[in-house]
């Protein structure tokens, strides 16, 4: 099993950074995909970013791309999502999510992860 925690999630203004953090505990050595993902209410959950741990390479949703970055600290066993300019419609419940293998390359569907953190609330008033 694995364990993720986030955090890192709060109220900022419009414009602002903010870095969310996304530990990771348990047989971490079966992960090869960890990712981020957000969902407002009503509305479906959405692909931000994905990083393969090994190689570091990333990938990101159109929407974000030039904003968020996706980055991990393998020595911590920690994603990070740093998010930049952020806009009142960022406001979402953000989650972290990692996978085996067992989904698509790039991991942009929920259903691409294994286990999933708890989210952590980001709001962003304007």
């Known amino acids: 099993q694995v364990q993720l925690v986030e955090s890192g999630g709060t109220l900022v203004q419009a414009g602002d950074s903010l870095r969310l953090s996304c530990a990771a505990s348990?047989?971490?050595?079966?992960?090869?995909?960890m990712g981020w993902f957000r969902q407002a209410p009503g509305k479906e959950r959405e692909f931000l970013a994905t990083?393969?741990?090994?190689?570091?390479?990333?990938y990101y949703a159109d929407s974000v791309k030039g904003r968020f970055t996706i980055s991990r600290d393998s020595a911590k066993n920690t994603a990070y999502l740093q998010m930049s300019s952020l806009k009142p419609e960022d406001t979402a419940v953000y989650y972290c999510?990692?996978?085996?293998?067992?989904?698509?390359?790039?991991?942009?569907?929920?259903?691409?992860?294994?286990?999933w953190g708890q989210g952590t609330q980001v709001t962003v008033s304007s």
């Open positions: 999510a990692g996978g085996g293998g067992r989904g698509s390359y790039y991991g942009t569907r929920p259903l691409d992860y294994d286990y």
């Open positions: 990083i393969r741990w090994t190689t570091g390479e990333t």
């Open positions: 348990g047989r971490t050595l079966s992960t090869h995909l």
